[in-house]
């Protein structure tokens, strides 16, 4: 009998680059025999796209980065009968994109003019206009709206007329101002050249706050340097698109056919829960709105030959695990890496055991995880967990080194704790290797983060370099070559690939098999059964063993 994996198969997760620098480098390793049969698919995060900001989630397009992977490189991994799985972001698109810089050319008259979302269009009628020229919505309105960052979402775009139009920008954007030259000033305003030359400078040394702007005995032509910067200045940012346009769904349709293209099996939705909009409502996971806009995305997957992994971060006691579950959906478990933690914390598997029984009872089909490129949820645990046990947990991986990410800056708000697992685990190997144990028999598709793979450590150096905001590069390095081969002389590495192998090639682990548990103090067992034989996890969270056996028909 042959197992089914599609629904069970391991699935490795990194950059393109986080193995040896290209994706062409992740290739040969998976070309080692100890990585022979380890992982069934591979989930490409989106930095293997042109895209410009946060590390790939901020798109261009989707055509490959030339710069770290080619299509030579997707057909490599095909010929190892690893299947895909690549992101599709749809709440936004980079202002880098072709849509967003026509709109910069062009302003009303581009084609694209709705294919964002014009803060003022979507608010009139819904408040008052200000002097800086958008709506503010009236507080019925925005009383219940969940924002990323502080303030409305807005960006204030230049036409070419001169106007600022307000868009809607739910993540990050910046608004710079290239230096000036003398040159530019004489030859676009007239200026003399000593009068350039001196204005240049002011502007140049500033901190280019434009309203806070002095030109000193050269105020006279402040309003039209003012004028002439703005009319020059670029962006940074990802803009929210505007679903209600044909033109974006034409979009949607091109980038699925594309992953397709790809050889893409399953596609991973980003941050789709914040793209459908309306006045009064929460603007994320809005009601129906996000289930009708999943359905209608679903159905276009569906006829490219593809399956879709929606990703929404909530807390259980929400139940949007279970409303995904029942529409169908694959879920992803953002439960399993706290309370492993939590299990290990209070030496007892009560509350794992407790999630477990219930992805089995309820037949929810799981992506499960340890750690990932984001950090370690504790949001999602709300409800779950009783909170002085999330504390408990919190302290616990922050005493190991990690840091506490708040929820989208508001402080003693927590979101989750940036770490690598192995550091969150005390950096025991065999912490570990129980962990992945654990992980690989509970239901599900598991998930690898390649660093907890090669047992990595908090990157602290790699958060310095990021700056303010860099927290999650502390579990992104990026390992060399020579470290990669240096990790696979460790036992822990290379026990985790036995494993791994075992639950990729093990018929016994499809999408048939009955699987139970039994708690018993600190010990707990699993157990998958099915017409292949039965195999069997033992671990003892109080003396931190596990044993597994294997027993084929």
């Known amino acids: ?48 796209f042109n ?49 967003f810089q026509d709109i910069l050319k062009n302003g009303d008259d581009s084609k694209y003019r709705d294919f964002f979302i014009d803060w003022n269009k979507f608010w009139e009628g819904c408040g008052e206009m200000t002097e800086a020229g958008y709506i503010q919505p009236d507080e019925k309105y925005i009383k219940d709206m ?22 809607w920008n739910t993540f990050y954007q910046a608004v710079n101002y290239p230096d000036l030259t003398a040159y530019e000033l004489v030859k676009d305003l007239g200026l003399q050249y000593c009068v350039a030359d001196e204005v240049a400078k002011i502007f140049n040394s500033s901190d280019k706050k434009i309203e806070n ?61 914040y793209a459908p909009k309306e006045p009064g ?54 439960f399993l890496p706290g309370l492993l933690i939590d299990a290990f914390e209070r030496k007892n598997g009560s509350y794992l055991k407790k999630w477990m029984d219930e992805v089995i009872e309820k037949k929810i089909q799981t992506v499960n995880m340890l750690g990932c490129h984001d950090g370690i949820p504790l949001l999602d645990l709300k409800g779950l967990l009783d909170e002085e046990s999330i504390q408990n947990v919190i ?45 690989l028999f509970m239901p599900g598709k598991p998930q690898i983060w390649y660093l907890d793979l090669f047992a990595g450590k908090n990157d602290y150096e790699g958060m310095r370099r990021a700056g303010e905001g860099g927290h999650k590069e502390i579990n992104r390095t ?26 990729n090639s093990c018929p016994i682990f499809s999408s048939d098999a009955e699987i139970t548990s039994e708690l018993n103090g600190s010990e707990m067992k699993i157990v998958w059964k099915n017409a292949c034989g039965k195999a069997e996890l033992n671990v003892d969270f109080e003396k931190e063993t596990y044993q597994i056996g294997i027993e084929e028909k």
């Open 1 to 48: 009998m042959t197992a089914d994996k599609t629904k069970t198969g391991t699935l490795l997760n990194a950059y393109c680059d986080s193995m040896g620098g290209q994706l062409s480098d992740i290739v040969n390793v998976l070309k080692k025999k100890e990585f022979e049969g380890a992982f069934e698919s591979f989930y490409i995060l989106p930095s293997v």
């Open 51 to 99: 895209s410009d900001l946060d590390r790939g989630f901020s798109l261009i397009n989707y055509d490959l980065n030339e710069s770290l992977a080619s299509r030579e490189d997707i057909e490599d991994l095909k010929k190892l009968n690893i299947r895909l799985m690549m992101d599709f972001v749809l709440n936004h698109i980079s202002v880098l994109s072709p849509q």
């Open 146 to 167: 969940f924002f990323r960052k502080a303030g409305l979402p807005i960006l204030m775009v230049r036409f070419p007329d001169g106007r600022d139009v307000p868009y």
């Open 213 to 273: 702007l002095d030109l000193g005995k050269w105020n006279v032509y402040r309003e039209k340097v003012i004028d002439y910067i703005q009319n020059r200045r670029t962006y940074l940012g990802q803009m929210d698109l505007n679903i209600k346009s044909p033109l974006v769904w034409d979009y949607y349709r091109d980038v699925l056919a594309k992953l397709a293209d790809y050889g893409t099996s399953i596609v991973r939705l980003d941050a789709f829960a």
């Open 281 to 334: 409502e929460k603007n994320f996971l809005n009601d129906p709105g996000t289930w009708d806009l999943l359905e209608q995305i679903a159905s276009i997957a569906r006829e490219n030959g593809l399956t879709v992994l929606p990703e929404i971060h909530a807390s259980y006691e929400e139940k949007i695990y279970e409303t995904l579950a029942s529409k169908g959906y694959m879920v992803y478990d953002f």
């Open 395 to 439: 302290k616990a991986t922050v005493d190991r080194g990690g840091y506490v990410k708040d929820l989208h800056g508001a402080k003693n708000v927590y979101y989750q704790v940036n770490a690598t697992y192995y550091s969150a685990l005390g950096e025991s190997d065999q912490r570990m290797l129980m962990a992945r144990a654990i992980q």
């Open 478 to 503: 990026n390992l060399t070559s020579e470290q990669i081969e240096e990790a696979m002389q460790k036992e822990v590495v290379l026990k985790q690939l036995e494993m791994l192998r075992m639950r």
